[in-house]
């Protein structure tokens, strides 16, 4: 008859939880003492486990290496290789869930203590083998394979959670990347470039524009305070109330009795806003806005500031002007009053509204980004257009954080040409 190996003649049936029950954990004795593994598994067999001798280490790795024993008990002191060993070797070796292991022994030194534990053994027990401490022993390791099985279980829906979760911020930063459907767009007396860049997966930045009739539009840009979803909720709302694509739900649009359209005034558009968020939406959150009604054919630009960054005006010989007074924040602070400024562009003018993620960026020492600084920066690439521009003012803003920009980031640019020429 053929000589089956150790790993043969172990039953693979999975254990279950209850040592008393039809699935009984397994395990599996090592020890060179063929009297004392007779005697280890007598006792572990009345107490309803499932029971493996092996007479080496080198033969329970083999077991080991086919199957995945619950529970291991295993002689300190064996012919070849020892107990420390064989626990280092299994602790090495691939499992689908965790292997309590004990070592017998009749060492008491507290150096030997740790020898063993440091070799990945969980817990110990003094030959000659007492039958109640090795029940006692052993229904500890089962409540702490309990719990791992428990905590790998709820791990395992943890990931599968977040796959799902992740796969949704997916779709949600791509959702929110179409609310800004034109990222550059050329009027022929003017050119509008915009560039958005979440933190995370999403964010509560927003840029845009918007026609208000055939020779005005209307540039903004939004920061809602916070991060990732509900920030990212609350300014996909508020891009409802100004969205370019429909404009008979544009609050920033009145109609004419002549059946056209208007634009609202700049600071009563950020009061009547500042009522919707605190009346309707009712929510802790608020954002920051600049909003600019743009004349294409003068350049003459009407401006409100809501706690946004100052609106940067840069003008073609080089000069940095910042615009606006500060203003509150949208949402904070019921019946608040917004003032509007003006400014006119000349040909080669530029207008650029920026979110705080630039404006509060610092460097590796903690040095935030300054006005003058900001402005030089905006002089070094007052060559580029429209997107350029913005790409090379993000490019040098990463460079001065060395890519640690830790907010959402967001701006809009409007290139001011001068007035279309005639046509002959």
Wanted: hydrophobic share 40%; charged share 25%; glycine share 10%.
């Amino acid at each position: 008859m053929a000589r089956t190996s150790a790993a043969e003649r172990f039953d693979t049936q999975r254990p279950g939880r209850n040592p008393r029950g039809g699935n009984a954990r397994n395990v599996l004795v090592v020890d060179d003492s063929r009297m004392q593994r007779r005697i280890l598994s007598a006792q572990l067999s009345r107490s309803g486990y499932r029971v493996t001798e092996a007479g080496s280490a080198e033969e329970a790795l083999e077991i080991c290496a086919a199957t995945e024993p619950d529970i291991v008990i295993s002689d300190w002191m064996m012919a070849g290789m020892s107990g420390p060993e064989f626990c280092r070797s299994f602790r090495e070796m691939q499992r689908r869930s965790y292997g309590y292991f004990i070592l017998l022994t009749s060492k008491t030194e507290k150096t030997d203590v740790t020898h063993g534990l440091e070799s990945g053994a969980d817990d110990f027990l003094s030959k000659p083998v007492n039958g109640e401490e090795l029940r006692a022993r052993l229904s500890a390791g089962t409540r702490i394979l309990s719990m791992q099985e428990e905590l790998a279980a709820k791990n395992r829906l943890l990931h599968e959670a977040q796959e799902v979760i992740e796969r949704d911020l997916q779709e949600a930063r791509k959702l929110q990347q179409s609310l800004v459907r034109e990222r550059f767009r050329d009027f022929g007396s003017a050119e509008v470039a915009l560039t958005l860049r979440p933190c995370g997966h999403v964010g509560g930045d927003l840029v845009g524009f918007f026609p208000i009739n055939a020779r005005r539009i209307g540039l903004y840009a939004i920061d809602v305070s916070g991060h990732g979803i509900t920030s990212a909720l609350m300014m996909a709302r508020v891009a409802g109330y100004i969205s370019g694509s429909l404009p008979t739900q544009n609050i920033a649009l009145v109609d004419t009795p002549e059946g056209g359209k208007e634009g609202r005034p700049p600071a009563e558009l950020a009061a009547l806003l500042n009522h919707l968020v605190l009346e309707e939406m009712k929510t802790e959150s608020y954002f920051t806005l600049a909003y600019a009604d743009i004349d294409l054919e003068t350049g003459r630009a009407e401006l409100v500031q809501a706690g946004h960054p100052y609106p940067m005006l840069l003008r073609a010989g080089g000069a940095v002007e910042f615009l606006g007074e500060g203003g509150l924040p949208i949402g904070l602070i019921p019946d608040a009053r917004y003032e509007s400024v003006s400014a006119r562009l000349g040909p080669g003018d530029r207008l650029v509204l920026v979110s705080d993620g630039l404006t509060e960026a610092t460097d590796p020492e903690g040095r935030m980004i300054d006005e003058a600084r900001l402005a030089a920066i905006m002089r070094k690439f007052s060559r580029l257009e429209g997107r350029a521009f913005l790409d090379a003012l993000l490019w040098e803003i990463d460079d001065y954080t060395e890519s640690a920009i830790n907010d959402d980031v967001s701006a809009a640019s409007f290139e001011f040409h001068g007035p279309a020429a005639p046509t002959p």
